[in-house]
């Protein structure tokens, strides 16, 4: 099997999903900072993050219909310089109000290139090229969860503003995607209602159905109890630094990074409903640990547990979805599961912040080990090999 990862539109395909995650990932260890800069509260500060995935809810079914109909190139390109500029204007934000108007039009930007990665991946590879390809990239998603945040970390050092500046990457990133990217794009020849009826079609099935709502309990975990709420807890409970809180994100997302590139080869030994399952195993042992830490190092153990559910479960449902979605439809089974990521993430910090506002940092982890529940019997009785 060649080294796909040498594959140059691989590569521009792994730059954009770097985007994707740069503007939650690189501000996780300056939401102390940002909350004593703009003085919000713990419960206000999920705004940070729920505005800027919000639009994501409101544009991805219009991205996935325009990149099935007019190319995915032609979504992507201005999206990147809409995600780089309004990201840099969010530095000069004077009050919580200024940020969060930003942190939206930002999200507009954002919300395409979940959608438009994967959909990449499905058009340029096929069999367990495919599957290979997901787990390279879902490695190097795990990289930039990683890095991230020790670099958004070291830059809050010197402000709560300064990991701001990073999304100026994506400006000249769009101009060699416009120049470089070489990648098939579908036939639009059909009409608007067969097209319709037939992405419905596929996407009304158990099989389908129970993916995005695995989607959906997997970022309701992620951005609730880890990115909302391990800063907050390790800061409060421990006094931890954003350079310390970084360093606990790199190690869950080096754990990410190991089992997602060892996902080719996992995936020729296993099931996918055993992967799926395993993860839903490994999201309720994180949750049930954090609460318990006693101290910083000991919160070690469940991120690498979590780590490791994150590079089991989102490659092999993002695989499965690219599979049974053939190319004309690809881009809105992407949208439609992006806009159930979108939700999530847009749900999950308020939800959250709902519960810890009423009962405390150890309910949060309680509904993250429910929605882990949740995965585990999606995988075992609702999803087919």
Same mark, same amino acid.
């Given at each position: ?66 990149a099935?109909?007019i ?9 990147l310089?809409?995600f ?25 930007g ?32 795990a990289?930039g ?15 709560w ?15 060699v ?32 159905? *129970? @993916? %995005? ?8 975990? =992620?951005?609730?109890?880890? &990115?909302?709420? $391990?800063p ?6 421990f ?50 640990l ?26 092999t ?5 690219t ?27 308020l ?5 810890? *506002? @009423? %009962? ?8 993250? =080990?429910?929605?882990?529940? &949740?995965?585990? $019997? ?8």
């Amino acid at each position: 099997m060649r080294r796909l990862y040498l594959d140059k539109n691989l590569q521009l395909t792994f730059c954009v999903t770097l985007m994707a995650i740069l503007g939650v990932s690189s501000i996780i260890p300056a939401l102390p900072d940002i909350m004593t800069g703009l003085h919000m509260s713990p419960v206000q500060i999920g705004l940070v993050i729920s505005v800027f995935t919000l639009p994501g809810i409101l544009v991805s079914p219009l991205v996935g219909i325009l990149a099935d109909r007019i190319g995915r190139k032609v979504i992507l390109v201005p999206s990147l310089f809409i995600f780089g500029c309004f990201g840099f204007f969010c530095f000069f934000a004077q009050s919580m109000e200024q940020l969060l108007i930003l942190r939206f039009m930002q999200g507009l930007g954002a919300g395409p290139l979940g959608v438009i990665y994967g959909t990449l991946i499905g058009d340029l590879y096929q069999g367990d090229e495919r599957g290979q390809a997901m787990g390279y990239n879902a490695s190097v998603l795990a990289i930039g969860t990683a890095a991230f945040p020790g670099l958004g970390g070291a830059l809050a050092m010197l402000g709560w503003n300064y990991p701001f500046l990073l999304p100026l990457i994506a400006i000249p990133l769009g101009l060699v995607i416009a120049t470089q990217l070489d990648t098939p794009e579908p036939t639009s020849s059909g009409s608007l209602k067969n097209y319709f009826r037939d992405a419905f079609q596929l996407m009304k099935t158990r099989q389908v159905l *129970s @993916l %995005f709502a695995t989607t959906m309990a997997t970022f309701i975990v =992620l951005y609730g109890p880890i &990115v909302t709420y $391990l800063p907050i807890l390790l800061s409060h409970r421990f006094h931890a630094s954003p350079v310390s809180i970084g360093m606990v994100f790199l190690i869950s997302s080096g754990f990410t990074g190991m089992a997602a590139f060892q996902l080719g080869r996992l995936s020729s030994r296993f099931s996918h409903r055993f992967l799926l399952g395993s993860a839903g195993l490994l999201y309720g042992l994180a949750m049930l640990l954090i609460p318990m830490t006693p101290s910083i190092w000991f919160v070690i153990p469940a991120v690498m547990c979590f780590g490791l559910a994150q590079g089991l479960n989102i490659p092999t449902v993002m695989t499965m979805l690219t599979t049974i979605a053939p190319m004309e439809q690809r881009g809105a089974f992407m949208a439609a599961n992006g806009l159930t990521l979108r939700l999530a993430q847009t749900v999950a910090p308020l939800l959250m912040g709902g519960i810890y *506002s @009423l %009962f405390g940092i150890q309910a949060v982890y309680m509904g993250g =080990l429910l929605c882990a529940l &949740v995965i585990l $019997l999606l995988a075992f009785f609702c999803i087919q090999d």
